[in-house]
């Protein structure tokens, strides 16, 4: 049974989280998972916790990059995640690809883990044709006219994603809704190799943040996304507060007179709430009470918009600084390697003994 743990107070955790390397950071992935980083980070005092945060180059490349932005990207992700308040004294900032026990993990965990584990997962069929993926199951993976655009890395992916958090014996893992899947399948693989070998891994639980989901300005019953081809549906964390107040102002809303917060009815409308009461701080019915005399539509897009320029002005700033010193952010990921390294080749040398390989 997953569990999802909330308390960043718990001593002694172990955790990992990763994001990839593609496409602008924007207020979605801020609220969703970057500002939950952040707070999730151990004080000076507790020196039994760790936080592992991976750019993981390696997920990116199941789908098609080019190779100088793909350098360019993580580099920009790296800049993003310290301006945001990852700090390196804090947590271990690093690239996936600079620590081969990722891969090396993930290969022992390919031999032990079921196709049809991987055939129930949902998230790969999604990047496919979905005309193509429709019906898609383990069972007819074999038929090439079913599996066309279909390619063995955004298959296999979840398993070198489990390898990602069991490779730190991570005890806890931030997530979304969406990723829940994931980790199931990340404790499946753990207790297969527990079982199949002997007790390795611990099996870690969610932090599933109380935070909504910041869904698009253009679609408010889809999420917010990189991959939307118009970048009117999101506002990135490096918009200007021109640019923000012009995709806040708009934004879809409907006709209806006053503000108020009701996700099926009035999306439009609640998802702006939604971002106003995150950047404020704010419970739903205080924002709601925020606007209780407010009927112009623009006077809330207004006030929307200044509430993220005024949260994502310092973040901004942290970032302007950083990109003038690209040398200072590359030594803090060579420098998240090499603690990474150290972990994680220490755990595969007992994975390796464990399997039979030493």
Same mark, same amino acid.
């Given at each position: 049974?997953? $569990? ?25 992935? *801020? ?26 180059? !390696?997920?990116?490349?199941?789908? %098609?990059?080019? %190779? ?14 310290? #301006?945001?308040? @990852? ?18 993990? #993930? ?28 019906? +898609? ?22 398993? /070198? ?5 069991? /490779? *730190?014996? #991570? ?13 199931? +399948? ?5 207790? #297969?190799?527990?079982?199949?070998? $002997? ?10 943040? %109380?935070? $909504? ?49 009701? %996700? ?17 701080? +704010?419970?739903?019915?205080?924002? @709601? ?11 809330? $897009?207004?006030? @929307? ?13 942290? !970032? ?12 803090? !990921? ?25």
């Amino acid at each position: 049974m997953l $569990k999802n743990s909330l308390s960043t107070a718990s001593k002694s955790r172990i955790i990992f989280s990763g994001i990839q390397p593609t496409g602008q950071p924007h207020l979605g992935n *801020y609220l969703g998972a970057l500002d939950n980083w952040v707070k999730l980070q151990p004080s000076n005092e507790d020196s039994e916790s760790k936080t592992y945060y991976s750019i993981v180059d !390696l997920h990116a490349i199941t789908m %098609p990059q080019n %190779p100088a932005q793909l350098r360019e990207g993580k580099l920009n992700m790296a800049m993003t995640l310290l #301006a945001c308040g @990852v700090d390196p004294k804090r947590s271990i900032l690093f690239e996936q690809s600079r620590v081969r026990a990722h891969s090396e993990l #993930a290969w022992i965990f390919n031999c032990i883990t079921p196709v049809g584990w991987l055939g129930r997962m949902t998230q790969w069929k999604t990047k496919m044709d979905s005309s193509k993926s429709k019906g +898609l199951h383990a069972q007819n993976l074999a038929d090439e006219s079913q599996t066309v655009g279909l390619r063995m890395g955004l298959f296999d992916y979840p398993v /070198l994603q489990a390898a990602d958090i069991l /490779l *730190y014996k #991570a005890t806890h893992v931030p997530i979304g809704e969406d990723q829940i899947q994931h980790l199931e +399948l990340a404790r499946d693989i753990g207790t #297969a190799f527990n079982t199949t070998f $002997k007790p390795t891994f611990p099996l870690p639980e969610a932090i599933i943040p %109380p935070t $909504k989901r910041v869904m698009s300005l253009r679609e408010p019953m889809a999420k917010m996304s990189k991959s939307d081809p118009s970048d009117l549906s999101r506002i990135n964390l490096t918009d200007s507060p021109e640019a923000i107040q012009s995709k806040v102002g708009r934004a879809t809303t409907d006709g209806v007179r006053g503000i108020s917060y009701d %996700p099926k009815e009035r999306p439009g409308v609640s998802n702006l709430l939604g971002m106003y009461a995150a950047m404020r701080g +704010l419970e739903m019915d205080d924002a @709601v009470k925020a606007f209780e005399n407010v009927t112009s539509t623009k006077e809330f $897009k207004e006030e @929307v918009a200044a509430s993220i320029v005024e949260r994502l002005a310092p973040i901004q700033n942290e !970032l302007k600084h950083l990109q003038q010193d690209v040398g200072y952010v590359h030594h803090i !990921l060579g420098e998240g390697a090499r603690k990474a390294n150290e972990v994680a080749n220490h755990n595969m040398e007992e994975v390796y003994k464990v399997v039979g390989l030493r």
